[in-house]
């Protein structure tokens, strides 16, 4: 069993940043794939940025390319997610996900296990 629990989330103004943080424990994740998403007030759950758990190897969606980057530390069995230059448009819970495997996979629906999120809300 994978437990996931994020923090990091707040109030913030346009063009600031914040750092969340998704510690993940139950058992080793050699070869996993720890994902970001996001969930907007009535919109679906979206894809944000994911990465191997071995190798690093990371994968970002377009409208985060340049503004968000994830990473890992393994030692503390932690996954982050830089985000700056933060836009109304970020306001969403934010989510980590994880999966077995070495595919990035994109839908949500594909991960097996999930945080309780944190809210992010960014202020015009």
């Known amino acids: 069993q994978v437990q996931l629990v994020e923090s990091g989330g707040g109030l913030v103004q346009a063009g600031g940043s914040l750092r969340l943080s998704c510690a993940a424990s139950g058992r080793t994740f050699s070869n996993y794939v720890v994902t970001w998403f996001r969930q907007a007030p009535g919109k679906e759950r979206e894809y944000v940025a994911a990465?191997?758990?071995?190798?690093?190897?990371?994968l970002s969606a377009d409208s985060v390319k340049y503004r968000f980057t994830i990473s890992r530390d393994n030692a503390k069995n932690t996954v982050y997610l830089q985000m700056n230059r933060l836009a109304p448009e970020d306001t969403a819970v934010y989510y980590c996900a994880a999966r077995g495997g070495w595919n990035i996979l994109t839908s949500p629906g594909q991960y097996d296990y999930w945080g309780q999120g944190t809210q992010v809300t960014v202020s015009s």
């Open positions: 990465i191997r758990w071995s190798g690093g190897g990371t």
